[in-house]
């Protein structure tokens, strides 16, 4: 989980999490 998070850019972990709620 942690190197998926790292290999994904925060941003676009922010816009999928905005869109999920």
Known sequence: MNL???Q???S???VY???SF
């Open 17 to 19: 999490f905005v869109r």
């Open 4 to 6: 998926k998070l790292e």
């Open 8 to 10: 994904i850019p925060q």
């Open 12 to 14: 676009i972990i922010s």
